[in-house]
Structures are given as structure tokens and as C-alpha cells.
């Protein structure tokens, strides 16, 4: 399925599948890193000068800034599910950037577990902010997201995992146009 990282044995990779219980865990654990403080002393990427590359306009880069501390790899083994709770892990690709960020790209991991791409917006549109965000912006953002699968996925021989999220960034940009 999906790479799995840092899993321990104290916990198990969430399950982002359709139905399952576990989607309210990381929906929780996302709205409370969205009102977390960034860490002193840590300088983060943005999530602007990630996508830079993969934006049409620089108009597009400008809507992604914001102050909240973004998770930004929601595959099922950065988040572990312990005690109840869901933890997040591989902090790799942390960034700051616009609170919405984190549940669109989860958008992208929900409907490579199996949502349609309208199950996975409804479940990113529970996050506090998701609703605060122009349509036009999240339409540029799945199109960029589309375009940065594809040139990872064109990396990777056939069949690799990436391809399989690809796919899922494409309906979700076929979704949003």
C-alpha cells in the first residue's frame, strides 16, 4: 500500500478508509496542531516555497502563507493510533503555511484509501478551516498538488506507491475543475 515509517509497536498505522474510526482521530489530532504555536528556535520551510515549483502564478503561492505549523504528510503511517488518539509522526516535511493546508493534502491520502473525492472534501471540510478558504484557492492548490504527484510519480517505476497517490491527486483535480 503505502511506505510504512517509524511505526512502533505501541501503536498502528491510522486507517483512512472509508468508514473507519479512525478518521475522527486524525481529524482531531489536525484541529489541534491547527492551534498550535510554532516552535521557537525552528525555522520551517512554507509551504509557499515547497509548491513554488508546481504553482501556476505567483498569485497562487501568496494564498498558502499563514502562521500555523502544518504537518503536511498525512499518509496512514506518519499518523499512529495509541491509546485512542492519533500521533503524529515523520515530521520531515513540516511547514508553515495557511491552517487549511493540512486537511486538503489529507484529501489527497483519503481518496487513495478509497473515498471519492467528494467523501474526502466532506471529511476535510470538518476541519475549522477549510470553510475559510476561497473556492479558487483550494481549485489552484489541487491542480498543484496534481502536478507535484505526477513529477513524483514519473520518477518512480510502475506500480510504486506514488502512482497510486497520483492518481488520487488527478481526481481530485478533475474534481475541482
Do not use: Y
Amino acid at each position: 500500500m503505502f511506505p510504512v515509517s517509524a511505526v512502533t509497536p505501541a501503536g498502528t498505522p491510522a486507517d483512512d478508509s472509508p468508514g473507519s474510526a479512525d478518521l475522527e482521530l486524525v481529524l482531531r489530532a489536525m484541529r489541534t496542531l491547527a492551534g498550535a504555536m510554532p516552535p521557537t528556535g525552528v525555522e520551517l520551510k512554507t509551504v509557499g516555497q515547497r509548491m513554488s515549483a508546481h504553482v501556476r502564478t505567483p498569485a497562487d503561492v501568496r494564498f498558502l502563507g499563514g502562521c500555523a505549523v502544518l504537518h503536511t504528510g498525512w499518509k496512514p503511517a506518519a499518523v499512529l493510533v495509541v491509546d485512542g488518539r492519533a500521533r503524529l509522526v515523520d515530521w520531515a516535511w513540516a511547514a508553515g503555511g495557511a491552517a487549511w493546508i493540512d486537511p486538503a493534502l489529507w484529501v489527497i491520502w483519503l481518496i487513495a484509501c478509497g473515498h471519492s473525492a467528494a467523501g474526502a472534501e466532506s471529511l476535510a471540510a470538518l476541519h475549522p478551516a477549510w470553510d475559510k478558504i476561497p473556492v479558487a484557492h483550494i481549485d489552484a492548490f489541487a491542480r498543484a498538488q496534481q502536478r507535484l504527484w505526477e513529477s513524483i510519480a514519473q520518477a518512480d517505476p510502475p506500480g510504486a506507491w506514488t502512482h497510486k497517490v497520483h492518481a488520487a491527486a488527478q481526481a481530485w483535480a478533475e474534481r475541482r475543475t
